[in-house]
């Protein structure tokens, strides 16, 4: 099955610095790639998706890029506040009949 | 919509008992998701299912562990002869039959003790 890599595993930069998060994953066949926030005690919630025919998606502050060749992709935080405080996912599958799999998880501090 | 809902949020089972996870997809979700999150871990994949039918179990452990979607009412997640191992949150997730964004509910606490 799809295995997905995550790095850093932890991550901590200062408020209004940018913070990037790196994904890999195994299985060609992918062609959808979320990532999701995780609050404290919370549930796990998208905050923004990218398919394979795209390279880059954009909303705010947030961005995502794709490289299909090298089988990566990462997410991208500018400008970043306290309250991106969090734990991020990316995640990646299929269509139907692909299950959706997820990295290990970065944990995200920001300090003001 | 009332989104994605877990019961119960909470459920505390001594060794030796069974546990039941119910999880009704959201309005118009054809699949669902069971992911087992351990205390500052990651969302381990569990299973795959559409209604009467598992897509992908390959995440599930090989004994104790089952899941169903019947044709009507929620997913359920069974764990029988409950260990202190499977103390963990329980997320479940529904997509529609496009697989694209994954709609998780609360989740269940499983405390076994």
């Known amino acids: 099955g799809e295995n997905v890599e995550q790095h850093p595993s932890t991550l901590s930069v200062q408020e209004g610095d940018s913070a990037v998060i790196k994904c890999t994953y195994s299985?060609?066949?992918?062609?959808?790639f979320p990532w999701y926030k995780q609050e404290l005690g919370k549930r796990p919630q998208l905050i923004i998706d990218?398919?394979?025919?795209?390279g880059e998606k954009k909303d705010q502050r947030i961005a995502v890029t794709l490289n299909k060749t090298a089988k990566h992709f990462s997410l991208h935080i500018t400008e970043t506040q306290p309250e991106d405080s969090a734990v991020y996912f990316c995640?990646?599958?299929?269509?139907?009949?692909?299950?959706?799999?997820f990295g290990k998880g970065t944990s995200l501090l920001v300090t003001p | 919509n009332a989104g994605v809902m877990q019961n119960p949020r909470h459920l505390v089972r001594r060794r030796g008992q069974e546990a039941r996870l119910r999880c009704s997809p959201m309005?118009?979700?054809?699949?669902v998701y069971w992911y087992r999150q351990l205390p500052e871990e990651g969302l381990k994949f569990m299973v795959y299912?559409?209604?009467?039918?598992?897509?992908?179990e390959s995440g599930m452990p090989k004994e104790r562990f089952s899941a169903e979607f019947p044709k009507e009412g929620p997913s359920i997640l069974r764990i029988q002869q409950v260990v202190r191992g499977d103390s963990a949150a329980y997320f479940c997730?529904?997509?529609?039959?496009?697989?694209?964004?994954?709609?998780f509910g609360q989740g269940t606490r499983l405390t076994v003790v």
């Open positions: 995640a990646a599958s299929g269509d139907s009949g692909y299950a959706l799999n």
């Open positions: 299985d060609s066949a992918s062609n959808y």
């Open positions: 990218i398919r394979s025919n795209v």
């Open positions: 309005k118009g979700h054809s699949h």
């Open positions: 299912l559409q209604k009467e039918n598992i897509i992908d």
């Open positions: 997730a529904s997509v529609t039959e496009m697989n694209t964004e994954a709609f």
